[in-house]
């Protein structure tokens, strides 16, 4: 059996709506594995050098931790051997979701896997069987449902993005490891502060709804993280200051990655030597699963063309 899974990069927080905010972005990540092949890791794209080749990775991981609790409810459930293959386009640490995606990813097969055993098409119970591994709610969500979605205590909601909402990722030249940009915290905030992100939140949700840039341009100034994470990377601060003044803007995730929304793509500045700027609408599916009878085992080059 060959199985491939598609899963959506994605950005957290959204500004205020940090822990809880998700976005799905159309660009996908495709793992495939392969019962019928020698097992084996292999990878390419994006930390195609820098990723485990022993079973070790997050998708492995991942594979292994839901068949433990498929195993909870079905003692029978069993995965067979497999050889693995990932094709990476989410860039690795700069707030855009790859450690979701790549758990997601793992979840979706294992469940597809284990066929009556698995999840079957609760989408629920994929995505937080995802969270439980992955430790982050608002990344899992959007990865597993595409759209944007906002999680509280469990609870998901998904919502459908307006057309005219296409953001712009523009990722620098170096990395910021999540926990790294968690510690930079407080512990403790301000009522104010916390009153205006309860605020803004819902004026994120209705103005990319609606469309409305405008009201996007207000609705995403946080006062609970973002300036905490800029400090740790100087040279981005400038860049998200600079844009601030003139439309929306937003970390993506953990950073240091920036979530911009230019009315036109020429809105946006030159950026200087090492960045990356890929204009990504919204994506409305989350991971996708597909079985294939041929072609090329896992392992073999992808011709999937780029998202």
């Known amino acids: 059996m060959r199985l491939s899974a598609r899963v959506p ?83 690795i640490e700069r707030g855009l979701g790859s450690s979701s995606a790549a758990v997601v990813a793992g979840t979706a097969l294992a469940s597809a896997l284990l066929g009556s055993a698995g999840f079957g098409e609760d989408r629920y119970a994929m995505f937080a069987t995802a969270a439980e591994l992955e430790g982050h709610p608002d990344n899992a969500a959007p990865a597993v449902y595409g759209g944007l979605t906002v999680i509280a205590e469990g609870h ?98 953990a950073g240091p990655s920036l979530l911009a929304f230019p009315s036109q793509p020429a809105d946006l500045p030159e950026l200087g030597g090492g960045w990356r700027v890929l204009r990504l609408p919204p994506r409305s599916r989350g991971v996708e699963v597909a079985a294939h009878t041929g072609g090329p085992p896992a392992g073999g080059r992808s011709t999937t063309p780029g998202v």
């Open 9 to 91: 990069a994605t950005s957290a927080n959204l500004g205020p709506g940090f822990d809880c905010f998700g976005l799905a972005l159309d660009l996908c990540n495709e793992v495939t594995i392969d019962t019928g092949a020698e097992p084996r890791v292999t990878w390419e794209g994006e930390g195609a050098d820098e990723l485990p080749t022993d079973g070790t990775d997050v998708v492995s991981r991942a594979v292994a931790h839901t068949l433990r609790r498929r195993r909870e409810l079905h003692p029978e459930a069993a995965v067979p051997p497999f050889a693995l293959h990932g094709v990476n386009r989410i860039p």
């Open 156 to 253: 998901v909601r998904r919502f459908d993005v307006a057309p005219e909402i296409v953001p712009t990722v523009l990722i620098p030249p170096v990395r910021l490891q999540t926990g790294r940009a968690r510690s930079a915290l407080p512990d403790r905030v301000p009522l104010a502060d916390a009153v205006a992100n309860v605020a803004h939140g819902a004026l994120v949700v209705q103005a990319l709804v609606r469309g409305d840039l405008d009201l996007l341009r207000v609705a995403l100034r946080d006062r609970l993280h973002q300036a905490a994470r800029l400090a740790l990377v100087p040279d981005v601060r400038e860049v998200f200051e600079g844009l601030q003044r003139s439309m929306p803007v937003c970390v993506s995730g």
